[in-house]
């Protein structure tokens, strides 16, 4: 198995059983994470991100689900959807760059609608 496809399951399994401490495994502190909410720089703006995060997806309810992904080399990209009790996200994408054992780069985007 590839480090990006070793990487990716890691960090798919460690957001689903919502565990920061093994998210921020996945990143260094010269990692970048692009989002519409900002740009978020080394482990501490990103704990802040997951932490937030986690908050939303740990609601009673919220479900998440990918849709596909594709692995070339050392990007990863996935699509996916979700609906927590505040936000339906309709559709999203995460790519990441993982040269070596960490993500180094990681862009979101996505269509994310209030509920209220």
Avoid at 38 to 60: C, N, P, S, Y
Avoid at 95 to 106: A, H, K
Wanted: proline letters at 3%; charged letters at 30%.
């Amino acid at each position: 198995m590839s480090d990006t496809n070793a990487v990716l399951d890691h960090h798919l399994d460690a957001f689903a059983n919502q565990e920061l401490k093994e998210i921020l495994a996945d990143y260094s502190d010269d990692s970048v994470v692009i989002t519409n909410m900002g740009v978020f720089r080394g482990l501490d703006e990103i704990e802040e991100l997951f932490t937030d995060l986690f908050d939303e997806f740990a609601q009673e309810g919220s479900t998440l689900e990918v849709d596909d992904t594709i692995v070339e080399d050392e990007f990863a990209y996935l699509l996916w959807h979700a609906e927590t009790p505040d936000n339906t996200y309709e559709f999203c994408t995460d790519t990441f760059y993982i040269p070596e054992e960490t993500i180094d780069f990681q862009t979101f985007a996505g269509k994310a609608e209030p509920k209220n």
